[in-house]
């Protein structure tokens, strides 16, 4: 949409302010499908690959509606289609079968396959820029649409759910014969029906709402220092809209290697670890960005891509770390509302306190909530959720002998 834009508006006389507000209205859309949708597979209602397909072929046919729509009302549906397909395709969905398939590995497959979506955003920006000078606006969002649904296509016909239906390994650990692989999940799967874990009991347990709000500040960084950097650059005076540009796509090329790194350092260390060690980097990259030195400029902005490569991983690392594999599906679709709800506004607290203020003290209060999601963090330790599990099973042995 930052590339096309200019497009909608010239093709069919479409306001630019209005068409870029979307973005704000499809996030916040989505949080409520990503609540309900993810329940609904927490619950079991909902099976893993079926929810990728739809979700996939969902935000195929919106790319393909969204060069061949004129009628404005028509368009904007679709739009927010894409926006609510999007985080359940990519997000809910990519990260339930990384926990499913690699229940040890997590962090650092995530830290590899979460290179896609910078990855995706300059190379689709590119590619769009290429194919519409070649074919021209509408055949270029065929292609997306088309190119879309076949990836959508080969992910459904190539994974399965678990690693185990087609005779694989978790991790792809050989240690065991398929058999044992194959009863170890059967067992696994049976708890998850019976889990504890209702939304209720996830709403009452401090270290969700802890783990969730601790993870919205990446999400924040990632949305609102990189969604609002060219205004920002500008605003100062030293820099030019060409280099404006240049700053950005360094930040956005730093978030390939940055979310390989983030990755790594959880899988050596641990995802909470991974994730102060990712906030505070951003925390400096706030601080250096103020000081009017271009030097400094560079390094906060190789920070703050390290942040935005980091901001997809530790959210779903965490909670496959202390919820473990089978009950991950009952856990993360809480913990991802909250970090959706909470992370979003993000573009809107930077652009408010710019108007207010100005984009330096837009940066200070970023610094200042990163101190903060920092101390947060700090409480959340490993085995809460057994702990939490033993006083369940106490309650509900307390409320069978009252019945007697």
Known sequence: MNVAVALFEERNGWNQTYLLSLQSIGAWTAILFIFIIGQLYGKGKIKLRKLILSAGCLYAVGIFLWG?????????????????????????????LINNWFPRKKALVTGITTIGFPLGTGLGSIVF???????????????????????????????????????????????????????ILEEGQRLSENSPWTIKRLLRTKEVWLLGISNAYLFAIASGCMGTMVPRLLS?????????????????????????????????????????????????????????????LVISLIL?????????????????????????????????????????????????????????VSYIVMAVLGVAATIIALPIKKGFVERAEERFAKESFTTAESLI
């Open 68 to 96: 061949q729509l004129t009628n404005l009302i028509l368009f904007t549906c679709a739009f927010i289609v894409c926006y609510i397909a999007y985080p359940l395709w990519g997000t809910l969905g990519n990260h339930s």
């Open 129 to 183: 820029t290429v194919l519409n000078r070649k074919l021209g606006f509408s055949n270029a969002y065929i292609v997306l649409g088309v190119a879309a649904l076949v990836i959508c296509l080969f992910g459904f016909f190539t994974f399965s759910e678990y690693p185990e239906q087609r005779g694989q390994f978790p991790d792809n650990d050989h240690n065991m014969t398929k058999e044992q692989a194959k009863a």
């Open 236 to 296: 100062t005076g030293r820099y030019s809209p060409d280099q404006a540009v240049v700053y950005l796509m360094i930040a956005a090329f730093c978030a390939c290697p940055g979310s390989f790194l983030c990755g790594f350092i959880a899988h050596k260390t641990s995802p909470k670890t991974g994730l102060i060690f990712t906030i505070l980097s951003c925390v400096l990259a706030c601080i250096m960005n103020i000081i009017p030195s271009t030097p400094l």
């Open 304 to 360: 703050i891509g390290i942040g935005t490569g980091g901001s997809a991983n530790f959210i779903m690392s965490m909670t496959s770390e202390y919820w473990g594999r089978y009950n991950f599906q009952k856990a993360y679709p809480t913990v991802l509302t909250i970090n959706q709800l909470v992370g979003s506004g993000g573009p809107m607290l930077m652009a408010v306190v710019a108007a207010k203020a100005n984009w330096d």
